[in-house]
């Protein structure tokens, strides 16, 4: 097992691609976000869709305000350059949820389901994301900062060059994941479930080394 202190390669995440100001997207209303049509430079604020099963979402320089998807199902939503601010998506079941340059901030995901997800430059900032399924995803220089990922199920799922600050991973499934690459040094990882392979070529710090030998069954003298 080779654990590796942290060092200034990480791969940086590119930001969304959207206006300096709001007032330059279009407000759309709920029936534009319904009718399953391509959404592009739009704004959606305050809308209700909790419980709702959208049949398409396609969306490319999109801001949701305040947009309750709580409990939604949508297969392989598409988004790029989209940003979420203050939105629930607690316990929605988003299978396939393909994202690009996608940014969540001071948003609920509490239980969203994203299964075998495929992420690039994808942003968790302030976010409540307890039970947080991203199992079987692919994800490519992800940020996360400031958020609960606490019981996480992330096994199996690729995080090349993800890193973390000030995140809680605390009793997160990470089994099987491929870790190269990601900087767990700003994440808390008490109780996580991970195996040797699993964390070779991870950023840790010395006291997250220490816990991990712990953890794998190593004897520290």
Known sequence: ????????????????????????LTPLSLDALLEGEDLEDALFQGLDLSGRSIPRLVAASVVFQ???????????????DVRFLNCDLSNADWRGFEAIRVEFIDCRLTGLGAVECHWKD?????????????????????????????ESDLRSVNLGGAAFDKVSLQKADLSHATLKGVDLSGAEIEGITVYAEDVRGASVSAP?????ARLLGLTIK
């Open 122 to 150: 994808v942003l968790l900032d302030r976010c409540e994301a307890r039970y947080l399924r991203l199992n079987g995803g692919h994800t490519a220089t992800c940020e996360f900062r400031a958020s609960n990922l606490a």
């Open 1 to 24: 097992m080779a654990l590796k202190r942290r060092k200034d390669t990480t791969p940086r995440r590119s930001p969304a691609d959207l206006p300096a100001s709001l007032d330059d």
């Open 66 to 80: 305040g947009v309750n998807f709580a409990g939604t199902t949508i297969r392989a939503p598409r988004l790029r």
């Open 208 to 212: 997250q080394a220490m816990d991990l």
